[in-house]
């Protein structure tokens, strides 16, 4: 009896502790299926608000976009009051925004909202379809009446006819603009208000002035965008919103709160992951349960331990989702992250600064191309650690990647807390790098900007600090610039012409002209130099002064550098018989690969090195170092011939002379422009003549501009003259028409002798 009854208390105290187990087993499901549900839901509108601040972002683009197009003393005489000039607003409005931009719809409204102008897809258009966003024009209109958002910082104001309008502190009108979501037909557009502004002569604004109204339909081209740049799949218009484990939406409201459509996209869920991961500790439970009634204690050791890894592995997880794997600095979320945070308090608290410095080496792409990219990676960890050791315990210090890194630093404001930061972080370059036993000597560019009076928000101040930084780039590198607000236009100018670079190598609408080369004896034309050029249809014919230097900052260079010598070698075919030279870029020169690069394109052409010259100027020689040379040798080696360009403008050495055998010296312009009335520069000429002579290499006069000049050079020596006395730079038919008329008798084997010196001098 007394063992039946123990039974039976056993039986009750396992089934009352099997039940327990089992309805704590069911709490936590459904704790677990709650707690998912919210991390879901918070998932869901993250992503919605990621949506809505690209459109948000996307507008104000758009409005900044059509500023520069509208704030323009001919934009504003044609159209900014009054009717419209249909003639110059179809052209340089509604095709020109239709062609660069996209915007579908354009309107010309009067200060009342009424249409006085419209085109659809770059053309003109009756005002019918203006009636589906009339309504909401016009609230946009009374709001921007009020000078709710104006574009810039307002200093002041001056009356107007009928209004009071913004000025900034140098007494220019501010743009007023403003934009909402409406719907046309079926289909949401993003609808943007800009007024028409004189930018030079004020006084042209009387009264309120016409506005611009650009339409952009939110299609399959502007969702593909936003999916792309904010990695959601599949985004794609909707009718009508839904949320669940798959999709996720968002509607789009316009400014009177109606809503003009819906936005649907696959969303994805942070909840799945988790349960993958969670799915081996339920198992683990469940052998818990079998393993605790049957007496196992070891069990829950286990179990705990278990727990222990699995919160080690997510601090660990944590810790790498916020760190850079190769330094061990913070990464680029956790440093937008912190910089929020202290911009939030910064709100907070008045009197209160923070200072954001953007750093990235100068040269990095060389020295991971000469060293190789382990030398590269070591560079990166030595300024991290270097930073850590440094730099203010206060200071945050993050990589962003690649070579680009960023500190955050409290309480710095005024010129001498950010002066101090500039020079704290040019500091970490004052001693040369350990890299693999070299010693190297690295720089760094460095842009810094600050809150609050250079923006409240990690995106505002990491703009501000890489303008900086490009500002400082332009001034020769290896310094530090602090933000200001008229870098801001600088940088606008040259990402348009970066852009407009890129749109003209994609359509092919660059060119290359010829300039002879004539032999000094009898004239007859011996070659010519291949030159870059670029007429824009709009900014005309620019200088490849202004260009290249775009072209070299914004990585272009390579691609530039290939289109020139791929047209050379076409070309070329036509001329069998006349050298060409070609300009090579330092960028070309020092890239991995060019030689093997540049074997393939002879094949591929089928063309004759012996008839192309390559040239290269002092400073690349000085700054590539001595692996230059071996590329020079390889072109030798190919048939090419080798010219040194530019010679005795500041960086003259024997060493170059005595290192490699030019085929050519050029000698610069500036020693034969004034060679008339300069004594020395004769002197100067006469005695890199002699020197190429007994090296036996040509020289090449360059700059040759008057009767006297020729006869100087060529009593001087030089065997070959170029110049605007014989012939300008030309295209390639003209040059071809001159070839014929001229029938060169030169070939590409005297040539080759040429290269060597013996030709000419022979004769």
């Not at 949506?51 to 159209?79: H, P």
């Not at 915007?103 to 010309?108: A, D, I, P, S």
């Not at 818990?288 to 331990?305: Q, S, Y």
């Not at 040239?615 to 040194?644: D, N, P, S, W, Y």
Request: glycine residues 10%; aromatic residues 8%; proline residues 4%.
């Amino acid at each position: 009896m007394r063992l039946a009854l123990k039974e039976v208390g056993a039986g009750k105290v396992v089934a009352t502790l099997l039940i327990s187990l089992v309805a704590i087993s069911l709490l936590l499901a459904v704790g677990f299926r709650a707690s998912t549900g919210f991390v879901d839901r918070l998932d869901q509108q993250r992503e919605q608000q990621l949506v809505g601040n690209y459109i948000e972002r996307q507008a104000q683009a758009s409005i900044a976009q059509l500023k520069v197009q509208l704030t323009w003393d001919d934009a504003f005489r044609a159209m900014g009051r009054g009717a419209p000039d249909s003639a110059w607003t179809d052209a340089y409005i509604g095709e020109f925004l239709w062609t660069n931009f996209g915007y579908e719809r354009l309107y010309v409204v009067d200060p009342g909202g009424r249409a006085l102008r419209s085109w659809e897809r770059g053309r003109p258009a009756s005002d019918a379809g203006y009636a589906w966003v009339q309504a909401q024009v016009q609230r946009e209109l009374v709001r921007m009446g009020q000078n709710g958002t104006v574009f810039g910082a307002v200093a002041g104001s001056r009356q107007l006819a009928d209004t009071a309008w913004p000025l900034d502190a140098r007494g220019r009108p501010l743009t007023r603009w403003g934009y909402s979501l409406v719907r046309i037909g079926d289909r949401p557009a993003v609808l943007s208000v800009v007024s028409i502004l004189p930018d030079d002569s004020y006084g042209l604004l009387t009264r309120t002035p016409n506005h611009l109204v650009a339409v952009r339909m939110i299609d399959a081209a502007y969702l593909q965008g936003l999916s792309a740049d904010l990695m959601l799949p599949g985004v794609s218009l909707a009718k009508g919103g839904a949320q669940d484990g798959q999709r996720n939406s968002l509607p789009l409201i316009r400014g009177d709160g109606r809503t003009v459509g819906w936005l649907e996209w696959h969303t994805v869920l942070r909840s799945e992951m988790v349960r993958d991961r969670i799915r081996p500790l339920f198992l683990a439970y469940l052998i818990f349960l079998v393993a605790l009634l049957l007496g196992g204690a070891n069990v829950i050791k286990m179990l705990r331990t278990a727990m222990h890894r699995l919160r080690l592995r997510e601090a660990q997880a944590l810790h790498e989702a916020r760190h850079d794997e190769m330094t061990g600095l913070p990464n680029r979320s956790y440093f937008i992250t912190r910089l929020d945070q202290e911009l939030t308090g910064l709100v907070r608290r008045k009197g209160r600064a923070v200072a954001v410095a953007f750093l990235d080496f100068d040269h990095f792409k060389f020295i991971n191309d000469t060293l190789g990219h382990p030398a590269g990676d070591a560079l990166v960890r030595q300024v991290a650690d270097r930073a850590r050791r440094q730099l203010p315990a206060t200071d945050l210090i993050a990589r962003l990647g690649g070579d680009e890194f960023v500190v955050l630093r409290r309480g710095a404001q005024g010129q001498g807390g950010i002066s101090q930061l500039g020079q704290d972080l040019m500091a970490l370059f004052a001693a040369p790098f350990n890299i693999d036993g070299r010693i190297i000597d690295v720089t760094a560019s460095c842009g810094i900007s600050w809150a609050p009076e250079q923006g409240l928000t990690a995106e505002d101040l990491l703009r501000n600090a890489d303008i900086a930084l490009f500002r400082a780039k332009q001034r020769g590198r290896g310094r530090w610039r602090a933000f200001t607000r008229e870098m801001e236009g600088t940088v606008r100018r040259r990402l348009l012409l970066e852009l407009e670079l890129r749109k003209a190598l994609q359509a092919n609408s660059l060119s290359l002209a010829y300039q002879p080369v004539v032999a000094s004896e009898d004239g007859r034309i011996c070659g010519a130099e291949a030159l870059l050029r670029w007429d824009h249809p709009e900014l005309g014919s620019l200088s490849p002064a202004l260009f290249v230097p775009v072209a070299e900052q914004a990585g272009l260079m390579p691609l530039l550098g290939w289109w020139i010598i791929g047209r050379v070698f076409e070309q070329r075919r036509a001329w069998p018989d006349v050298e060409i030279s070609i300009n090579l870029s330092p960028l070309q020169l020092s890239a991995r690969g060019f030689l093997d690069d540049l074997a393939v394109l002879v094949r591929e052409l089928r063309v004759d090195p012996r008839g192309i010259t390559f040239e290269v100027t002092e400073g690349v020689l000085m700054e590539r170092g001595t692996g230059v040379f071996a590329v020079l040798e390889g072109l030798k080696a190919m048939g090419f011939g080798v010219a040194l360009d530019d010679f005795g403008t500041g960086y003259s050495s024997l060493s170059y002379l005595r290192a490699f055998e030019f085929d050519r010296i050029k000698i610069d312009r500036s020693f034969v422009q004034n060679i008339e009335n300069d004594l020395n520069a004769h002197a100067i000429l006469k005695a890199i003549v002699a020197l190429g002579q007994s090296l036996d290499t040509l020289t090449v006069a360059e700059g040759v501009e008057t009767p006297l000049q020729s006869e100087l050079v060529r009593a001087a020596g030089c065997e070959l003259i170029q110049g605007f006395l014989f012939h300008r730079p030309m295209s390639a038919a003209e040059f071809g028409a001159l070839l014929a008329e001229c029938a060169p008798t030169a070939s590409a084997a005297r040539t080759a002798d040429q290269r060597r010196g013996r030709s000419v001098r022979a004769a």
